[in-house]
């Protein structure tokens, strides 16, 4: 939109107010309704790009991308709070030109940032990309709870249990007394114990129609009798 215009903007319900009954402060908008806004473009700021801001400038911005996501992640809009935190690192990705204290910084951002979006990608059952958010994450402070926490709901939904339960147990050796990573634990042993009953069944199964074919095979070979050798009687 350009400067004064005025446009119709049509918003799906699930963009607006969802499955739930809003009061507005002109209107009760129903359950599952589509709604229509005019909107004019008053005037706007254009946020600088990364290259012209300096160090500080580049911190801050990105601090300010970090609290605009958390303030959507509590409202459950996780895909634009996935957003902003992805702005908000691309801001300090390449901090070489800082100083220490700026370093310093730039790292607790790109934390908080990239365990927040994690968190976010898991609401929205993107699974991988949680998986590489939360090891980035690792990569900067291996000894992370939170990144480790993550991280094994991330590989639980993507079957990869082994390194699931790694994850955890190392989290619970960092932080014995948290009460999130021990239900995860307790919930993984049942999912590996419901997985290992499943793999013994298909197995057992499996051996059990192999030995079925052997011992028929054997039968049809006892029952066929060997057949008289001939003798040539002109010989």
């Given amino acids: 939109m350009k400067k004064g215009e005025v446009a119709l903007l049509t918003i799906a319900p699930e963009y607006a107010f969802g499955s739930s009954e809003s009061k507005q402060e002109l209107a009760?908008?129903?359950?599952?309704?589509?709604?229509?806004?005019?909107?004019?473009?008053?005037?706007?700021?254009?946020?600088?790009?990364?290259?012209?801001?300096?160090?500080?400038?580049?911190?801050?911005?990105?601090?300010?991308?970090?609290?605009?996501?958390?303030?959507?992640?509590k409202a459950g809009k996780y895909l634009r709070a996935s957003k902003?935190?992805?702005k908000a690192v691309k801001y300090i990705d390449y901090d070489t030109s800082f100083s220490e204290e700026e370093k310093k910084q730039s790292k607790a951002l790109k934390v908080a940032c990239n365990l927040n979006d994690a968190a976010c990608k898991l609401k929205l059952k993107d699974y991988k990309q949680a998986e590489k958010l939360c090891t980035k994450v690792l990569e900067l402070e291996s000894?992370?709870?939170?990144?480790?926490?993550?991280?094994?709901?991330?590989?639980?939904?993507?079957?990869?249990?082994?390194?699931?339960?790694?994850?955890?147990?190392?989290?619970?050796?960092l932080?014995?007394?948290?009460?999130?990573?021990?239900?995860?634990?307790?919930?993984?042993?049942?999912?590996?114990?419901?997985y290992n009953k499943k793999e013994a069944k298909f197995y057992g199964n499996m051996f059990a129609k192999m030995n079925k074919m052997d011992s028929g095979d054997s039968s049809k070979s006892a029952a066929k009798e060997p057949e008289p050798m001939s003798i040539d009687s002109k010989a």
Avoid: M
């Fill in 84 to 86: 902003r935190y992805e």
């Fill in 28 to 73: 009760v908008v129903p359950p599952n309704s589509t709604v229509y806004y005019e909107v004019e473009l008053v005037s706007f700021v254009k946020e600088k790009e990364s290259w012209d801001l300096n160090a500080q400038e580049k911190i801050e911005a990105a601090g300010k991308k970090k609290e605009e996501g958390n303030v959507l992640f």
């Fill in 175 to 194: 932080d014995p007394d948290n009460r999130e990573v021990k239900l995860e634990y307790k919930a993984l042993k049942e999912k590996i114990k419901e």
């Fill in 143 to 173: 000894a992370n709870v939170k990144a480790l926490y993550r991280r094994a709901q991330a590989y639980i939904n993507l079957a990869d249990l082994d390194l699931a339960e790694l994850d955890i147990k190392k989290a619970l050796e």
